[in-house]
């Protein structure tokens, strides 16, 4: 089966970096994606990993370790708009279709 | 591009009632899929479509049907609805179900079953 852990909640402030971490456990991963959804909204795409390393975009990066199973998102110079629930998401080749999803983690940024 | 529609937008509905939850792409991708999302549980699959004509169960599939006649539409049909069905809907699709696909989500159907 799969699992994906991340926390539930974080808060930091503006202007800061936080690292949100996402831990899974898949028989057969073929890709990592993490999402952004503000409250009330639909989730939007933020990043792809399927090798190890790290893929960086603008403010926001994120690391994959398939050995580890691990990957997290970075987020840079925190703006308030930065405040949502943040998504990790797997795909599992063995599964056969879909991404199975995290819980989320609910970031707060204050100024 | 519109990208994905869903409608209605909300509704209540009475238990024992049934709906139709209404999803349209106008991204020609091959692949489409049904999401709820509960507080505390996050995104769990429902339903998918790799292409028009095929349909696949997903993580929570008891009480729900869909069918997929043409590319561009993916209606997820409830035919009895409980209040355990209380929650968001979201329809999403990708170009197709390859590992490097993004999947783009609609904004989402927020029904209430009473």
């Known amino acids: 089966g799969q699992n994906i852990d991340q926390p539930t909640e974080m808060t930091a402030t503006e202007g800061a970096i936080v690292q949100i971490n996402c831990t899974y456990q898949?028989?057969?991963?073929?890709?990592l994606f993490w999402y952004q959804q503000h409250a009330g909204e639909a989730p939007t795409f933020l990043s792809y990993?399927?090798?190890?390393g790290l893929e960086e975009k603008g403010r926001f990066s994120s690391f994959l370790s398939r050995s580890k199973g691990y990957s997290y998102l970075l987020l840079k110079e925190l703006q308030m708009k930065d405040s949502a629930s943040y998504l990790c998401?797997?795909?599992?080749?063995?599964?056969?279709?879909?991404?199975?999803f995290g819980k989320g983690t609910t970031l707060s940024v204050s100024s | 591009t519109a990208g994905i529609t869903q409608a209605p937008t909300s509704q209540i509905l009475a238990a024992g009632r049934s709906m139709t939850l209404r999803c349209t792409q106008d991204m020609r991708h091959n692949a489409m899929y049904w999401y709820r999302q509960d507080l505390g549980l996050g995104l769990r699959l429902i339903h998918y479509?790799?292409?028009?004509?095929?349909?696949g169960k997903g993580e929570v599939p008891d009480g729900y049907s869909v069918s997929r006649a043409n590319t561009d539409d993916f209606p997820l049909t409830l035919a009895s609805a409980v209040p355990s069905q209380t929650s968001v809907y979201f329809c999403?699709?990708?170009?197709?179900?390859?590992?490097?696909?993004?999947?783009?989500f609609g904004p989402g159907t927020r029904l209430t079953v009473l």
């Open positions: 898949t028989s057969g991963f073929n890709g």
């Open positions: 999403a699709s990708s170009q197709d179900q390859g590992s490097t696909d993004t999947q783009y």
């Open positions: 990993n399927v090798l190890d």
């Open positions: 479509s790799n292409t028009a004509g095929t349909t």
């Open positions: 998401a797997v795909r599992d080749h063995q599964a056969g279709t879909a991404l199975i």
